[in-house]
């Protein structure tokens, strides 16, 4: 079985912002789409970890733009399972353009939760042994990201329908849109960031509020909270890298 898979995608209209630049969160979901494809096809994919009681969640993401799409181009996604623990499973990928230029990378890691008890399942009960390509697309340890502390912008937003994926969970890629929403717009309308990573924490649930936190940190750069306002559960950190 290949251990690398290629796939094809284009920049569609209602994936772009209001200048004609993919969104982060529809590249997440191109990425989202690729692995999904491949994991499928040797049998961990979504449907086949329902039926056992399954799901794979994210832990980590870590995504790096060296030049952001732009509406109707033809993207082709690398992705390939590039290492394992006893718990965690890192996927990483590479995104190219037409002309084979490298516009996007980016390495996840990934837990096996057991749905019945919220408990996390050993990556071996539904990956066969040996399946790891021993290449990162992000050298990235995955070290705690640091608290988003001090002045910023808070913005209340409710978890709706739309935002879960077919396990009931808020999809990972609506956690970026969220802490996006928190950037100041002088920020924000330089267009996407150039780098985003995510720690996610704790489970966001339909009818919840979350509170999503910005503050500036040197470099351009903004560190991200995202907590449940019933509780204060901090649910997920990022950290965004803007030009």
């Known amino acids: 079985m290949d251990l690398l898979l290629r796939h094809a995608c284009r920049v569609a209209s209602f994936d ?14 191109y990425l989202e789409d690729a692995a999904g494809v491949h994991a499928a096809a040797y049998g961990a994919g ?34 390939w399972p590039s290492g394992r623990s006893a718990i965690f499973a890192t996927r990483d990928f590479e995104v190219a353009d037409a002309q084979g230029r490298i516009v996007a990378l980016a390495t996840t890691s990934w837990a096996v939760l057991d749905l019945a008890s919220k408990r996390p399942r050993r990556v071996s009960d539904v990956v066969p042994p040996g399946f790891v390509v021993d290449r990162r697309a992000i050298p990235d340890k995955f070290r705690s990201l640091p608290s988003a502390e001090g002045a910023g912008a808070e913005v209340a937003i409710p978890v709706l329908r739309r935002d879960l994926d077919m396990n009931l969970h808020v999809n990972h890629a609506v956690y970026a849109d969220w802490a996006l929403e928190a950037a100041p717009p002088a920020l ?47 649910l997920a950190r990022a950290r965004t890298t803007w030009e």
């Open 16 to 29: 772009v912002g209001p200048r004609g630049e993919l969104r982060t969160s529809a590249l997440m979901g």
């Open 46 to 79: 979504v449907h086949e970890l329902q039926s056992r009681g399954f799901a794979w969640v994210l832990s980590r993401y870590h995504l790096r733009v060296s030049r952001v799409p732009l509406l109707g181009e033809s993207l082709e996604v690398s992705t």
């Open 188 to 234: 924000a309308e330089l267009g996407p960031p150039r780098a985003l990573e995510v720690s996610y924490l704790a489970e966001a649930r339909l009818g919840d509020a979350v509170l999503s936190f910005a503050s500036a940190a040197p470099g351009g750069v903004l560190l991200h909270r995202i907590r449940r306002a019933a509780d204060g559960v901090e």
